[in-house]
Structure formats: structure tokens, C-alpha cells
């Protein structure tokens, strides 16, 4: 049997890489109850390794001079504690919103670098794996750059989502946020008619103010990584042609593989450290503007 009835088409190979472990088989069907295992599990981990980089850092803090590390946090410190407060100017809610914007820019770009892995290193890990377990590894689904998951996005866009609204409840009052909901943008009038028509608009306004902004913020993380995870991908592919090939012509293939993988991989660290930055500045914008009164 020929080198070329082994390979895997490129669309089985895409297919493949963005199949997710879930706790439940694929379906057509929209089945909430389904979970990402390996978003969740990648999540997770680099979370508590986000934690204990901050509290590491906290712990051998020194008045003296500091350290490489110790210097570097403190200037992503400083800088995040800069932005929280040229947005947000409650001081009480800064002792929880900058802490939490810290943390949200540090654990995004943990989740958005696992992108830098080589792109089968981890799920050839996992087939291996799972083979050894006596499943079939052609099902062993696993992919690791959970911002490029749309479920854990949109996940992070509307805890972002319910803080607005908690923060509009407790700078406002209920009544203050309820009579602002009905009266911005577009005012009211001493008309009773007129008063209902501009209460029902400015409501809709606003409803429709915070879908947008919630459904932007996670949508403009995931599409971002998920793009560049398609690169990566194509990229891949180049090596792959290569690999089945068995012709020694073909290695321009594998060149062009090393030449384009260095040059997107050194481009989308900027990407990377962008996004994390961007849904940082969209937290503290979105909460800032839940204190702000219309």
C-alpha cells in the first residue's frame, strides 16, 4: 500500500485538531449539558499557575533592590494599577477590580501562549495516552488553547457581564439604575405618551448596549485565537505534504514549513500579549462605565 493511502487528508487532519474532549460524543444537536474537558482542564491549570506566579511574587517581594521576576511584576503591576485608576475612580471597587484585572490579563496570556506549543506535541501525548488505555487514539480529541474555545470566551465576556450589572445595582441603587435604563440615551418627556415611547427605546437601547459589548468581548478574544490556531494548522500541513510524500524534491515543503512557522509564531506573541491587554482594557472600560451615571 502506497505512503499516500496512510495520510490523513488535510480537511481529517483540521477536523481533528479542532474536535473537542468532551464529556459526551459528538452531536448536531445543541446539548448544554456538554462540556469542553480539555478548555476546562487547560483553564484550570494555568489559572492555579497564574495564582502562584502572583503569590510567589508577593511573598519574596523585598524593599530592596528586586529581582528579574520581582521587577517584572511589579511593572505589569503598576501598569494594570495605572489603567484601573484612570477608569475606574471608586476606590472601594478598585481594591476588587484591579486585582481582578491583574489576574485576567496574566491568565490570558497563559491560555492564549499555549498556542505556541508545537501543534501536535500535546495531542500525540494524549493519543498515546489513551491508546495505552485500550480506547481507540484515532478518537483521542484534545485541544489546548482554550480562548479558542468560544463556550470559555463568552463564559469570561458574561462574568464580565454580571459584574457590570452588579456594580450598576450597588453604585446606583436599584431605583437610580432603573430610572437611568429608561431615561438614557435619548432622554424623556413631560408628555406621558411621549415618556413611555422614550422609556420603551432607551430600554431597548440599553439592552441591547450590553448584548453587544458582551457578546463583542468574547467574540473578539475567541475569533482572534482561533485564527491563528488555523495558521498554525496550515502551516502544519506544509510539513505534513512533505512527511507522505517520500520525495526528496518536495523538502522546499519542509523549509517553507520552519520559514512560515518562526515568522507567525514570532508575530502572534504580539498577538497574544494584545488580546490579553484588550480584554483587560474592555473589563475595567465596561465596569468603569457601570459606575459612571447617565
Known amino acids: 500500500m502506497s505512503a499516500e493511502e496512510h495520510a490523513p487528508s488535510s480537511s481529517d487532519y483540521i477536523v481533528h485538531h479542532l ?61 494594570v494599577d495605572a489603567q484601573a485608576k484612570s477608569i475606574v475612580h471608586n476606590a472601594a471597587s478598585r481594591k476588587l477590580v484591579a486585582p481582578l484585572a491583574l489576574t485576567v490579563f496574566v491568565w490570558i496570556f497563559l491560555l492564549n501562549a499555549m498556542d505556541l506549543l508545537p501543534l501536535d506535541l500535546l495531542p500525540m501525548v494524549w493519543s498515546w495516552i489513551y491508546g495505552a488505555a485500550g480506547h481507540d487514539a484515532h478518537h483521542a480529541y484534545l485541544r489546548v488553547v ?44 413631560k408628555n406621558p405618551l411621549f415618556a413611555v415611547i422614550l422609556g420603551c427605546a432607551n430600554l431597548a437601547m440599553q439592552l441591547m448596549e450590553f448584548v453587544a459589548k458582551t457578546v463583542s468581548h468574547g467574540m473578539r478574544l475567541f475569533g482572534n485565537m482561533y485564527a491563528g490556531e488555523l495558521i498554525f494548522m496550515l502551516i502544519a500541513l506544509l510539513a505534513g505534504a512533505w512527511a507522505f ?43 468603569g462605565q457601570a459606575h459612571d451615571a447617565h
Not at 456538554?34 to 489559572?47: P, R, T
Not at 469570561?156 to 452588579?166: E, H, Q, R
Not at 502572534?268 to 480584554?279: D, M, R
Open 19 to 79: 474536535t473537542h474532549w468532551q464529556n459526551k460524543p459528538q452531536t448536531e444537536i445543541v446539548d448544554f449539558s456538554v462540556i469542553n474537558i480539555d478548555s476546562v482542564f487547560f483553564s484550570v491549570l494555568l489559572g492555579g499557575l497564574a495564582c502562584f506566579f502572583l503569590w510567589r511574587a508577593a511573598r519574596k517581594a523585598t524593599s530592596g533592590v528586586p529581582g528579574r521576576f520581582q521587577a517584572a511584576v511589579e511593572i505589569l503591576f503598576e501598569m
Open 146 to 189: 482554550p480562548t479558542a474555545d468560544l463556550s470559555m470566551t463568552m463564559g469570561m465576556s458574561v462574568s464580565v457581564l454580571l459584574l457590570c450589572l452588579y456594580y450598576n445595582l450597588r453604585i446606583k441603587g436599584v431605583v437610580g439604575w432603573a430610572h437611568e435604563l429608561v431615561v438614557a440615551p435619548f432622554g424623556t418627556s
Open 245 to 287: 510524500s517520500f520525495q526528496p524534491g518536495d523538502l522546499l515543503l519542509l523549509l517553507l514549513n520552519v520559514v512560515a512557522g518562526w515568522a507567525w509564531s514570532v508575530f502572534h506573541i504580539l498577538i497574544i500579549v494584545l488580546q490579553a491587554f484588550v480584554f483587560m482594557m474592555l473589563t475595567l472600560v465596561y465596569i
